[in-house]
């Protein structure tokens, strides 16, 4: 008996070093199934849509992941993620938006319902830039949501893929801690096979959602 009980005595010292390091998310027990159609008690934030939010199955995209968000120009990702970033700062929280892209447009931006009052927008010079600053703010634990906009022109560039496969190895620990969403929009979904830096990206994602333009 008093080697069980040692045994769970270690086991829970294990627990609580994995829970301080990583988050309390990072390691969870079993827990049964439940019904179908109940949705699960994971943290998550409403894109905005209640039918997309629907079939998430959860509520919205999950906190403290990672997220892809993949669809040609004009087919409304752009507004998606937008009103996503409007969902996450209904509690007041900060959010922010990396313009790699160069496309972030406030006064649309306003009209998504967001409030630029607690949006950080930044616009780095280059991708590394890009990628340093969304690991500072999405790894600070400060911010509801964090989007980024422009993986487009470095889709096939190995380089960026090992730079941005780093980044998103640094932040899991982090994301998991605070609960902040890092939501990616690029519009390649047919080339994440032959894209290094599109399979770093879909290795790290939860949820990957493709809009197609009909």
Do not use: N
């Amino acid at each position: 008996m008093s080697t069980k009980r040692s045994k769970r005595r270690r086991l829970e010292a294990a627990v609580a070093r994995v829970h301080r390091r990583y988050g309390t998310q990072s390691l969870v027990r079993g827990k049964p199934p439940t019904a179908i159609g109940t949705a699960t008690a994971i943290p998550h934030i409403s894109t905005g849509f209640l039918p997309l939010d629907q079939a998430l199955g959860i509520g919205g995209l999950p906190k403290g992941r990672v997220s892809e968000l993949v669809g040609p120009a004009t087919s409304g990702k752009t507004t998606l993620a937008l009103k996503f970033l409007a969902q996450a700062q209904k509690g007041g929280g900060q959010v922010a938006y990396v313009d790699q892209a160069r496309a972030f447009d406030p006064d649309y931006a306003h009209r998504c319902g967001l409030d630029l009052s607690r949006l950080l927008v930044v616009a780095p010079y280059d991708l590394p830039e890009a990628l340093a600053m969304t690991e500072a703010l999405a790894g600070s634990g400060g911010l509801e949501a964090v989007v980024f906009d422009g993986l487009d022109a470095i889709w096939g560039d190995a380089e960026t893929a090992s730079l941005l496969a780093a980044c998103l190895d640094r932040l899991a620990a982090p994301l998991a801690r605070s609960g902040t969403v890092l939501l990616f929009l690029h519009g390649h979904g047919a080339a994440v096979g032959r894209s290094p830096a599109l399979s770093a990206l879909a290795h790290h994602a939860t949820v990957r959602l493709h809009i197609v333009r009909e």
